[in-house]
């Protein structure tokens, strides 16, 4: 198995909805991240879990809640989200050691 | 700080004709560099990286890049492009655990 695997590919909420964005991999791979990609732009950094913890946070709202229960898991928690939110929200992951990071396809998420 | 420059935004070529896509990045210690490609709605794929060794990185796709350290750029090309390789292209370099990338560059193939 050589990918990360995302769920939802799409998922549409209101401003008052709690929903949960699931990556997945099972390359043995130990640092997992969340991107925010808008329309025409690079990815944003979100967070980076190493070992199942979280290493680093980039100053995202608390509206957003990493969680990586094992190391081939990674959450994303969504509470109170506003429009702007809008977006593909993508996970990534990388090897022990290693620069590379393999992302997954992605989760549009649309804000109501 | 590192940082990655891609200096074009948009590159229309005709279909079979040779492309270059251009990256400049700034950093005070040693780097890894990628090139990144992510077609319409969906994630991005590695295309090639560069950690050591050969300055020549050839990819997937029949795409290639040259690291030049005196000229601190990773140039993407490839000799004749297919309408397939429509898609944005981002170069990136890592950092602290990080990846930071470039603007991005669409590719846009004409037939």
Redesign the interface.
């Known amino acids: 198995d050589t990918e ?1 695997t ?1 769920t939802p590919k799409h998922l549409v909420m209101g401003m008052t909805n709690k929903k949960s964005l699931k990556c997945e991999q099972h390359m043995g791979h130990r ?1 997992m991240y969340w991107y925010k990609q808008k329309a ?4 944003e ?1 979100m967070f ?1 879990y ?1 070992y199942e913890k979280l ?2 946070n980039e100053s995202v709202p608390s509206r957003f809640s990493p969680e990586c229960p094992n190391s081939s898991l990674l959450n994303l928690h969504l509470h109170a989200l506003q429009p702007e939110d809008s977006a593909l929200y ?1 996970c ?1 992951s990388s090897p022990p050691g290693a ?8 989760t ?1 998420l649309t804000v109501l | 700080a590192q940082s990655v420059t891609q200096l074009d935004s948009q590159v229309p070529v005709f279909e079979e004709a040779p492309v270059e896509l251009r990256c400049n990045y700034s950093s005070s210690v040693s780097v ?1 560099l ?1 090139w ?1 490609v992510q077609y319409p ?6 295309l090639l ?1 560069y ?1 050591s060794g050969s300055t020549l990185v050839k990819g997937i796709n029949g795409f290639e890049a040259e690291f030049n350290k005196s000229q601190t750029s990773f140039h993407l090309r490839k000799p004749s492009v297919h309408i397939s390789d429509t898609a944005e292209y ?1 170069c990136a370099v ?1 950092s602290a ?3 930071i ?4 560059t669409r590719l846009s193939i004409r037939p």
């Open positions: 990360v995302q640092a025409k732009k690079p990815p950094l980076v190493s290493s680093i993508l990534a620069d590379t990071q393999y992302f997954g396809p992605g549009r | 890894y990628f990144y709605n969906q994630g991005l794929q590695l990286k950690l981002f890592s655990s990080k990846i990338f470039g603007s991005g």
